[in-house]
């Protein structure tokens, strides 16, 4: 029996989800807040409505006849779209909004993490006055990590000692207000992320993908959503060992445990440290960017993994192409701090197809965009991403440059990512921080 699967969010990630979908035995629709062109090309059937408003997606699934749903951002998560999907007989490949606390409440992470003891937690103290955490940061004579609990879109959390002073984290807090704050242990290394599909107890779990945080090349400015991100042909990135990769992958395997009963991407942002690998957050979803370095080069067939989970099977071995891939984000002038939103740009495909030589491959993928009124529309988010695949970092760099050649303005993109540049600067830090 053909499968009807709703994909629920329009970003990168979800334009990644509908490409890993499109060719396998299912129909394919959507819904999200924007118009996302890639999506609704792949789908049979679109449907513009607020993600986040559980019965609307539920009448939207019921009425195109789901069978299963792919929910990609964090935001219908937390709001309980899983649960309304699942009541409504429609099976869900994304958490309940009470296991997607998991993400969507850091310092419910932390206590999850000291309470079942799994590894790489920091010291971390939570609060719920914003003056206590101030006192806390005065009294402590390490560098700390300052989280709001709840989500902010990966723009939330401040470093003392990287991006701001003591003084300047509690001004921030005192000028946000938070409810409820996580201080923690400030790690210093490598970061990288391990996506894990999860369902009735079973782990697979994808190659290792380096995101960048910062706006601005050479990991400077203020924190984004990512602003791209690059992947080895192997599992590890090439700051790293087979033996770091293995930690995160039991890191996973013990989170998974702990969750019990969890259906979904589990995703680990991890610090390489010199003291081994550490945990910087779980996230209930695919990564975005990541999903568009792990998604392309998965041979498995992404709907296998879907049936598998509703029918409470094991879920199957995913097998990936030995490629690199290196993504890089076009996001809207000012963003994330003041983004232009609302500015028509045009979107030069047949240069992204040109970019493809050989056998490395170039791919677009259609971000946070708006399709109305014959053109293609910023929003206040990331606008669209590129993706070379090939065989190694260096040549999958190199044809997401050339697909990018013909960008025109109104968008930013960090041309850093994956450079070579960079790939050893990352390596060197590690080495340094190893005493190697
Ligand atoms: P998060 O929203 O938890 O992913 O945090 C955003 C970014 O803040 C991460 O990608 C890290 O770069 C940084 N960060 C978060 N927690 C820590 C920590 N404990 N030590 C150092 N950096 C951190
Ligand atoms: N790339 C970071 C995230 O998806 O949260």
């Given at each position: 029996?053909?499968?009807?699967v709703l994909?629920?969010?329009?970003g990168g990630?979800?334009?990644?989800?509908?490409?890993?979908?499109?060719?396998?035995?299912?129909?394919?629709y959507?819904?999200?807040?924007?118009?996302?062109?890639?999506?609704?090309r792949?789908a049979?059937g679109f449907?513009?409505?607020?993600?986040t408003n559980?019965?609307?997606?539920t009448?939207y699934?019921?009425?195109v006849g789901?069978t299963?749903?792919?929910?990609g951002p964090?935001?219908?998560?937390?709001?309980?779209?899983?649960?309304?999907?699942?009541?409504?007989?429609?099976?869900p490949?994304?958490?309940?909004?009470?296991?997607?606390?998991i993400?969507?409440?850091?310092?419910?992470?932390?206590r999850?993490?000291?309470?079942?003891?799994?590894?790489?937690?920091?010291?971390?103290?939570?609060?719920?006055?914003?003056e206590?955490?101030?006192?806390?940061?005065?009294?402590?004579?390490?560098d700390?990590?300052?989280?709001?609990?709840?989500?902010?879109?990966?723009?939330?959390?401040?470093?003392?000692g990287?991006q701001v002073t003591k003084?300047e984290?509690?001004?921030y807090l005192?000028e946000?207000?938070y409810e409820r704050i996580?201080l923690?242990?400030?790690f210093?290394?490598?970061e990288?992320t391990?996506q894990g599909?999860?369902a009735?107890g079973?782990l697979?779990?994808?190659?290792?993908v380096q995101?960048?945080?910062?706006a601005?090349?050479g990991?400077?400015?203020?924190?984004?959503?990512?602003?791209?991100s690059?992947s080895d042909?192997?599992l590890e990135?090439?700051f790293?060992?087979?033996?770091?990769y293995?930690?995160?992958?039991s890191i996973?395997?013990?989170t998974?445990?702990?969750?019990?009963?969890y259906?979904?991407v589990l995703?680990g942002?991890?610090m390489?440290t010199?003291?081994?690998?550490?945990v910087?957050?779980?996230?209930?979803?695919?990564?975005?960017?990541?999903?568009?370095n792990t998604?392309?080069?998965?041979?498995?067939?992404f709907l296998d993994?879907?049936?598998?989970a509703?029918?409470?099977?094991e879920?199957?071995?995913?097998?990936?192409?030995?490629?690199?891939?290196?993504?890089?984000?076009?996001?809207?002038?000012g963003?994330?701090?003041?983004?232009?939103?609302?500015t028509?740009i045009a979107?030069?495909e047949?240069?992204?197809?040109r970019?493809a030589?050989?056998n490395?491959?170039?791919?677009?993928f259609?971000a946070?965009v708006?399709?109305?009124?014959?053109?293609?529309?910023?929003t206040t988010s990331?606008?669209?991403a590129?993706?070379?695949?090939?065989?190694?970092i260096?040549?999958?760099?190199?044809?997401a440059?050339?697909?990018?050649?013909?960008?025109?303005?109104?968008v930013?993109?960090r041309?850093d990512?994956g450079t070579?540049d960079?790939?050893?600067?990352?390596?060197?830090?590690?080495?340094?921080?190893r005493g190697?």
């Open positions: 029996m053909s499968e009807t994909l629920v969010g329009g990630r979800e334009h990644a989800i509908a490409r890993a979908l499109e060719g396998s035995d299912c129909d394919l959507a819904c999200a807040g924007n118009r996302n062109p890639g999506i609704t792949i049979a449907e513009t409505l607020d993600a559980a019965s609307a997606v009448t699934a019921e009425e789901a299963l749903a792919v929910v964090e935001a219908p998560l937390q709001a309980g779209v899983a649960d309304a999907l699942s009541e409504a007989g429609v099976f490949f994304g958490p309940s909004a009470e296991a997607a606390r993400e969507t409440d850091k310092a419910y992470q932390r999850f993490m000291r309470e079942h003891d799994i590894s790489g937690c920091p010291e971390f103290e939570t609060f719920e006055s914003t206590e955490a101030c006192e806390y940061i005065d009294s402590s004579t390490t700390l990590a300052v989280k709001p609990a709840g989500l902010t879109g990966g723009k939330g959390v401040k470093v003392i990287d003084e984290a509690k001004a005192r946000e207000e996580v923690e242990e400030r210093v290394g490598e990288f391990v599909l999860v009735n079973s697979r779990v994808t190659p290792a995101d960048h945080k910062r601005y090349e990991d400077e400015g203020p924190n984004t959503g990512g602003m791209g690059y042909a192997g990135l090439p790293m060992t087979e033996d770091d293995r930690d995160a992958v996973l395997d013990e998974v445990a702990a969750l019990g009963d259906t979904g995703y942002q991890f390489l010199a003291d081994g690998v550490k910087i957050e779980f996230n209930a979803r695919f990564g975005d960017p990541e999903a568009m998604l392309p080069v998965m041979n498995t067939d993994v879907l049936v598998a509703r029918e409470g099977e879920l199957p071995q995913l097998s990936f192409a030995p490629r690199a891939t290196v993504c890089k984000y076009a996001v809207p002038e963003y994330p701090v003041d983004p232009q939103g609302g028509r979107v030069d047949e240069s992204v197809a970019a030589t050989g490395a491959e170039a791919a677009l259609y946070s708006d399709e109305r009124d014959g053109g293609i529309y910023t990331r606008a669209f590129v993706v070379g695949i090939a065989e190694s260096a040549q999958a760099e190199e044809i440059e050339d697909a990018l050649s013909e960008v025109e303005e109104g930013r993109i041309h990512i070579e960079l790939v050893r600067s990352r390596i060197d830090h590690m080495s340094d921080l190697e």
